[in-house]
């Protein structure tokens, strides 16, 4: 995908939101000294330019009682079997994320379940029973640090 040029303008508008998702465009439009019509022509630009990739509601997935999360690096046994792995991962609705990784294994899953034997059941029971999937590693997360969306304010012009 082509890369974008942002001016201080969309840096500005972006950086609003990446801490406040529910700012107004209007506060926005003030705080950057231009129109709500602008702001809005600027969030549509954003969005077919593929900046933003859309807005989410973010779960708390422990308040809700998914007490486990779990990093699972997954092993296949053939290349060619690579994307109807993938098909069938998506299949797993425990798993939030799945990345192509590098070193050993070749995805890394993210994974939340409601307790050990949850997540015992999603490995053995869903992706070791996936044609090509050979071996999987798991690290659980005791506690998340943090996490945060990229930090625009390295795209200097």
Do not use: W
Not at 19 to 30: D, Y
Not at 38 to 50: F, N, S, T, V
């Amino acid at each position: 995908m082509p890369k974008v040029n942002l001016d201080a303008i969309d840096r500005k508008l972006l950086r609003y939101l990446l801490g406040n998702a529910r700012m107004p465009f209007l506060e926005i439009a003030r705080e950057c000294g231009i129109s709500g019509a602008a702001i809005h022509q600027r969030m549509r630009k954003l969005d077919e330019m593929g900046v933003i990739l859309g807005s989410r509601l973010v779960v708390d997935p422990q308040v809700i009682g998914f007490d486990v999360c779990a990093h699972i690096n997954i092993a296949i046994t053939s290349a060619e079997l690579l994307q109807q792995i993938v098909e069938e991962l998506k299949k797993i609705p425990e798993i939030v994320e799945c990345h192509f990784i590098t070193g050993k294994g070749n995805l890394l899953a993210k994974v939340y379940c409601v307790d050990n034997e949850h997540l015992m059941r999603t490995i053995f029971d869903h992706i070791l029973s996936i044609k090509g999937v050979s071996d999987t590693e798991t690290s659980i997360s005791l506690r998340e640090a943090f996490s945060r969306q990229v930090n625009i304010d390295f795209l200097e012009e």
